[in-house]
């Protein structure tokens, strides 16, 4: 009689386990945050889809705004093209929880002008000046007499940050430069407008912008090509990040194990992304 109460409990046991896994495999998972990651992040998603039971939503809208998910509790996981901020992680984790980091591919931050202008390289020093507003004339970087038209991502994008970070110094974009809300838009604007410069990810990179080299730490001009990036030569090589809160390990681990897989990284090549390995 107890052997078969041991082996009722041990059945249900069973019973419960299996439905919480089924539970945990079923489960709609939500993602938001940065644009330059979207589309590869989409390629993943459709096909994680095909291969489980899970449901996986994901949007952009910027870097920043995937942090503020992860504070609301309103998203499960967020994309970065920026590394957290300190006062951001601080947020996450005021709630007795831990921020999680993964890095699942690079990318080449992409300067790039219209095709007619005759520039082709630019150091950073010459970078900041023209985003700043300092030098507002082509003809200052030996281009022709043609006015500086900045384009550049708003204050959620997570290349507007890395610029600001890495190019600027934490210093202000000139309060001149045009505004827009996409990566689409910087190539669609750049392709229109003769004098203007803007930034995109590599994989937006399209022939109706001409990207341009930009000067390493060696003096040599760097294009932001797939080849330069995965080398890690090019100077504004950069890492992509999914971020996490530790209490949504077992819901999210599922898409970034298949990401890091040799599957995953094979999609992110595709996509004209920079794979980890």
């Known amino acids: 009689m107890n052997r078969l109460i041991q082996y009722s409990k041990l059945a249900i046991l069973s019973i419960l386990i ?6 945990l495999n079923g489960q709609n998972i939500k993602g938001k ?14 096909i994680y889809k095909a291969r489980t039971t899970k449901s996986v939503d994901i949007i952009g809208g910027g870097s920043s705004l995937g942090f503020k998910g992860l504070t609301n509790y309103d998203i499960e996981f967020a994309l970065s093209s920026r590394k957290v901020e300190e006062n951001e992680k601080v947020k996450i984790e005021k709630k007795y929880d831990q921020l999680l980091e993964n890095i699942i591919a690079y990318d080449a931050l992409s300067i790039i002008t219209h095709p007619s ?15 700043k507003g300092e030098i507002t004339n082509w003809k200052q970087l030996g281009g022709e007499d043609l006015q500086i038209v900045v384009i ?29 809300r996409s990566n689409a838009g910087v190539v669609q604007r750049v392709g229109l407008e003769r004098g203007a410069i803007g930034y995109c990810g590599i994989a937006y990179v399209e022939e109706i912008v001409k990207p341009l080299a930009i000067c390493d730490r ?7 090509s797939f080849k330069n990036a995965l080398q890690k030569i090019y100077p504004l090589s950069r890492p992509l990040y999914l971020y996490y809160r530790k209490s949504d390990k077992l819901k999210v681990d599922y898409l970034i194990n298949f990401a890091l897989s040799d599957r995953g990284q094979q999609i992110i090549a595709h996509k004209g992304y920079i794979p980890v390995f």
Do not use: H, W
Not at 18 to 23: T, V
Not at 34 to 46: F, G, H, R
């Open 33 to 46: 945050g940065s644009d330059t990651m979207l589309p590869l992040m989409e390629e993943l998603v459709k």
């Open 117 to 131: 202008n005759k520039v082709t390289k630019l150091t950073i020093a010459q970078l900041k000046k023209v985003f």
């Open 18 to 23: 299996l439905s919480s896994i089924q539970q």
């Open 218 to 224: 060696n003096n040599k001009y760097i294009y932001p």
């Open 152 to 180: 550049s991502r708003d204050k959620n994008s997570g290349s507007y940050g890395f610029m600001e970070s890495i190019i600027l110094n934490d210093e202000a974009i000139t309060n001149t430069c045009i505004v827009s």
